[in-house]
């Protein structure tokens, strides 16, 4: 199937700092990126819809000046955590979505936030 | 708004016990349906998906599912469970229209014993 990465996979920062996240779709080309939050032991939550070349589509609830979506091209968007705290700390999920579905997932990335 | 219930949060069961997950969604229109599986530390994996035609769909790994219209639901199956299929397990829904992120399910956590 298809192939979509993230980087980095794995986190620590201390309050107060900004994290990059990138999601990229390898071997095929998604007009439309999703992110999701997955905390411990429950579902994953979609937080955003990343649409190539257009502004992201925040879900209700997510602050979009703390999590800025930028999707530049079409295999890669990128989620930046601004001023991060310790409450957002979890696990962030990216995937993408070929011209025919399904979507397909990262591997997550996981912040942790001292 | 669509919502995924499944109705167990883990579930225990003996090598080669039958296995069989619920998972019922709640939106009128046209959908597609499909159940991802979570290993431990890794990222999610899809085991199939429904679109249109044939109810009961196969899927990795000796996985089916079969779709009941009537009844809003998409459960899941395997005929004799394997200590690797230790997982956590995802179902999820989107709408047939669009780039539509997917909309999940809390998860069920399937614990195999020897």
């Known amino acids: 199937g298809a192939v979509v990465s993230q980087h980095p996979s794995w986190v620590i920062c201390k309050s107060g700092t900004s994290v990059k996240i990138e999601c990229r779709s390898l071997?095929?080309?998604?007009?439309?990126m999703f992110w999701y939050r997955q905390f411990p032991k429950q579902s994953l939550m979609l937080m955003a819809t990343?649409?190539?070349?257009?502004?992201?589509?925040?879900e209700q609830g997510v602050e979009k000046d703390k999590f800025l979506i930028n999707h530049a091209s079409l295999t890669l968007s990128t989620l930046t955590v601004t001023s991060a705290h310790p409450e957002d700390s979890s696990f962030y999920i990216c995937?993408?979505?070929?011209?025919?579905?399904?979507?397909?997932f990262g591997p997550g990335t996981r912040l942790l936030v001292l | 708004a669509q919502s995924v219930s499944q109705h167990n949060h883990h579930v225990i069961l003996s090598e080669a016990a039958s296995l069989e997950l619920g998972c019922n969604y709640s939106?009128?229109?046209?959908?597609?349906l499909f159940w991802y599986v979570q290993y431990p530390g890794q990222h999610l994996q899809l085991l199939l998906k429904?679109?249109?035609?044939?109810?009961l769909v196969k899927g990795i790994k000796g996985f089916e599912a079969e779709f009941i219209k009537s009844k809003f639901s998409f459960n899941l199956r395997k005929p004799s469970v394997q200590w690797s299929d230790t997982a956590e397990y995802f179902c999820?829904?989107?709408?047939?229209?669009?780039?539509?992120?997917?909309?999940f399910g809390k998860g069920t956590r399937l614990s195999v014993i020897a």
């Open positions: 999820a829904v989107n709408r047939n229209s669009g780039n539509t992120p997917l909309v």
């Open positions: 071997d095929f080309q998604a007009t439309t």
């Open positions: 429904y679109f249109s035609g044939d109810p």
């Open positions: 990343s649409n190539e070349g257009s502004k992201a589509t925040y």
């Open positions: 995937s993408a979505r070929p011209p025919t579905p399904p979507q397909y």
């Open positions: 939106y009128g229109g046209t959908v597609n």
